[in-house]
């Protein structure tokens, strides 16, 4: 295999932790030698690239050649996009499980698109090159006889950059993200009004990352499609990570806490939950240091995510 360009697909002026992971893979490329470009769509009427993206200075086009030279990766809720291309090279990166299936499932009205990704398009054969930023991805991958390799991923240098002073003090108050999980933390909030609760929403990085540096706990009882970002965020800023253990919150590989801090949610043990948030509140210099390996790991995924990198580069020249 030759590649000469890659082209990377994402949603046109859209932040998230998956858009800015594509754009943190296309600014890798280039700097180690091979050209990437961004691919936004065909129909580009304004400036596609996010703000929060510019700093990568990542060329796109609204084109992209169907030769046997070109690679195009698409995330797997984009697969999809790759129907109208037979020559490429064509790259799935699981960023997340749970969505492709979301993903599927709004394709099924669309018979004629549903027919072709499980039909000729089959995402679970040969066709593809399947990457994967997480072992759920990687589990899930392997149970379908369906061979990957890592790519993963790197927390923003907003929060990979900065020394957490842990001897500051902080405020008791629990951290979540509304979007996710909000079911059982409503349940949580209800049977414990007394603990401040704090939503993560509306927030810019810097913003979010500040409300972490001064709080003690962040719980996330989401599905965890992927390798998620938050809880990581909320870890390198000192915050004790409170978790289920579903999707990749159920893998150590993904979610590396200790098992104290992870609850099931089919039996959820309040009282359990509450003892535990009780000792952090109390202890949290001693509590947080049973986070101290979570935070090495995430500092050094840049690193990891490089040499992933040169591997994948050198595999396909």
Known sequence: MS?????????????????LLLHQAAYYFNQLGITAKMFYGK??????????????????????????????????????????????????????????????????????????????????????????????????????????????????DVYTSMEVDFSKPRTSQILYNPKKGIETTKLLMEKFPNYNWVPL????????????????????????????????????????????????AAFQEDVPIDPQYKFDEETLDFNRFEAVVHSIFEDYSSKQSNFSNYREKIKNEQSVFVEEMKSFIDSIK
């Open 201 to 248: 929403e509306n927030l810019s990085p810097e913003q979010m990352r500040n409300l972490m540096l001064e709080s003690k706990v962040y719980i996330d009882f989401g599905n965890h499609p992927g390798k998620d970002r938050i809880p990581r965020e909320a870890a390198i800023c000192g915050c004790c990570v409170i978790t289920n253990k579903n999707g990749s």
């Open 43 to 156: 129909k580009i009427k304004s400036d596609p690239v996010h703000e929060q993206f510019k700093k990568f200075g990542i060329d796109y086009d609204t084109k992209i050649p169907n030769q046997k030279d070109v690679m195009v990766i698409v995330p797997e809720v984009r697969i999809d996009h790759l129907r109208n291309y037979r020559k490429v090279h064509k790259v799935i990166w699981w960023l997340s499980v749970d969505n492709f299936h979301i993903e599927i499932d709004s394709l099924k009205p669309k018979r004629r698109i549903y027919r072709n990704l499980m039909g000729y398009y089959n995402v679970f054969n040969d066709h593809y090159t399947h990457l994967v930023q997480s072992k759920y991805a990687e589990t899930f991958l392997k149970e379908k006889n369906v061979k990957s390799r890592f790519l993963s991923d790197y927390l923003d």
């Open 3 to 19: 590649i000469k360009t890659i082209y990377v697909i994402s949603p046109p002026n859209y932040a998230t932790g998956g858009t």
